[in-house]
């Protein structure tokens, strides 16, 4: 199998990984907000890693990223991308506390637990995506330590994509966005990327009962 | 006359050259290195922007050269003297360590890595560095002049500085 040609077929079950995943992500977030939390219809995409930069704003983009290996019967990676200023935020509101900023003028000790804090926010979104997913599949699945870094975004994603980098030059990514919003003002937009290694596809598929 | 400036973009495991006036670039360096090599006298410069350090690592059969330290560098270099450049001098920078927090991975000093894969390319090949802006926890943005032989290097909340 060509993991890289995808039929109609495989791109929607890919979907659904993502609808069911990120669904359950959204639900977590809007329990830990006590906010509506609403989610876009995933994206399936075959990419090569300057079109992952490009999906997330462009090599320049500052943005926080939040990644996990993805370990157990299906391995990948899964990161999950925010704005430096909507990361601060969604800390922000979680502690209840504004002294918890993520720019560069913060002192270590408050920037620190800033970090920490929006770490521990990615555990429990990725945690929610992962466990929905397993439960859909039966397949085991666990994520890593999560992993923060926040620059412009081709500088924070290309570390994601280094083990896959190690096999190809390409990767499926499947990307569901979730957004908050008040008022019909936007509070804080997510992407979380799914980014199967290659050789989970024929797992995946299988898995679902499709040969 | 050709006046117009070009900017010629590269991208993550790509190579590319110019000639004066154009300038060449590449965004947002991370553990990545970029590494210009240049031909001061001919206005000759090319860059190439290296994701891993070793291409013996790879688990893949067809490789693509222009991702690894070990196997762009001298590509490049290939490139360059096809254009005739001859007095070949270099300028390297990237290999940051981008993540703040969870560096404990397989992954961890992968700049460094990668920055002394390239200088040991560079060495073998005979080039010496000039100047460069490596290490530390900032991605880059640079691009190289070959007018004037200068890099410029830009990063997140800094003001451009050139080396």
């Given amino acids: 199998m060509d993991v890289f040609q995808l039929t109609g077929f495989q791109k929607d079950i890919l979907k659904e990984i993502g609808n069911i995943g990120a669904g359950n992500a959204a639900t977590s977030l809007s329990r830990l907000l006590g906010q509506k939390v609403d989610m876009t219809v995933p994206n399936v995409e075959v ?6 930069i490009a999906l997330v704003g462009g090599p320049e983009q500052p943005i926080a990223g939040i990644m996990f290996q993805v370990e157990g019967e299906i391995t990948g990676v899964m990161a999950i991308v ?15 506390n504004q002294a918890f900023q993520l720019s560069e003028q913060t002192n270590g000790a408050a920037l620190e637990i800033a970090m920490s804090a929006l770490s521990e926010i990615g555990n429990i979104l990725t945690g929610s995506y992962l466990t929905a997913l397993s439960d859909f599949t039966g397949l085991h699945l666990q994520p890593s330590v999560p992993h923060l870094g926040m620059d412009m975004a081709g500088a924070i994603m290309t570390m994601g994509l280094l083990e896959i980098s190690q096999v190809t ?17 936007e509070q804080i937009r997510g992407n979380f990327l ?11 598929f299988a898995t679902l009962g499709w040969h | 006359m050709h006046t117009m400036k070009t900017i010629v973009n590269v991208g993550i ?19 990545c290195i970029g590494t210009v090599l240049y031909d001061e006298r001919q206005g000759i410069a090319g860059l190439s922007h290296v994701l891993l350090p070793d291409s013996s690592q790879a688990k893949a059969g067809n490789i ?26 270099a300028k390297i920078a990237g290999g940051a360590q981008m993540f703040q927090i969870g560096q404990g991975t397989s992954f961890m000093r992968i700049g460094d890595k990668n920055m002394e894969a390239v200088q040991g390319a560079l060495r ?16 880059r943005t640079i691009e190289f002049d070959p007018t004037t032989s200068i890099l410029s290097v830009r990063k997140r909340n800094h003001d451009v500085f050139t080396i």
């Fill in chain 2, 13 to 31: 495991a790509d190579t590319k050259t110019v000639t004066a006036p154009d300038t060449i670039r590449t965004l947002g360096l991370g553990s």
């Fill in chain 1, 82 to 96: 925010v704005d430096i200023e909507e990361a601060e935020y969604l800390v922000q509101k979680l502690t209840h």
């Fill in chain 1, 169 to 185: 030059d390409y990767c499926i990514i499947i990307d569901t966005e979730i957004r908050q919003e008040e008022e019909e003002h």
């Fill in chain 1, 47 to 52: 990419a090569d890693f300057n079109e992952v």
């Fill in chain 2, 64 to 89: 693509n050269l222009m991702k690894y330290a070990d196997t762009a560098i001298p590509q490049l270099l290939e490139m360059l003297q096809e254009l005739g450049a001859k007095n070949i001098k």
């Fill in chain 1, 194 to 204: 799914f980014i199967p290694d290659p050789e989970s596809f024929q797992k995946l």
């Fill in chain 2, 124 to 139: 073998k090949s005979n080039i010496s560095i000039v100047s460069s802006d490596v290490g530390g926890n900032l991605g």
